[in-house]
């Protein structure tokens, strides 16, 4: 199973990015997708998940800020990052809790991305 992440990039304050993550490989089901974030000297941390019926969870710090959606046909999910701040800049990490033909269910983890916010 691999994760593909894209998107990121350089972006001023106030403005906007959309990052995407693609799920491929040996799939027979994908479960909750989500991206997290790492920021220098900082842990890995949650910013918003999905399930695979479009539910949603976000880290209060980016509520109203960002949207995450999915397409589950093409098992993708999308993260828009509107009004974005210095403080957004980290790598930012797809998440997918993925079973396999063997029925083993387990997260697997993207490669990264970079989003950095200049003020």
């Known amino acids: 199973v691999q994760l593909q992440a894209s998107g990121g990039g350089l972006v001023q304050a106030g403005g906007s990015l959309r990052l995407s993550c693609a799920a491929s490989?040996?799939?027979?089901?994908?479960?909750?997708m989500g991206w997290y974030r790492q920021a220098p000297g900082k842990r890995r941390g949650l910013v918003a998940t999905?399930?695979?019926?479009?539910?949603?969870n976000y880290a209060d710090s980016v509520k109203d800020r960002f949207t995450i959606s999915r397409d589950n046909a093409k098992k993708t999910i999308f993260l828009q990052m509107n009004s974005l701040k210095p403080d957004d800049t980290a790598v930012y990490y797809c998440n997918a809790n993925v079973r396999t033909p063997d029925w083993v269910r387990k997260d697997y983890w993207g490669q990264g991305t970079q989003v950095t916010v200049s003020s």
């Open positions: 490989g040996s799939i027979f089901s994908v479960y909750d």
């Open positions: 999905i399930t695979n019926g479009g539910a949603t």
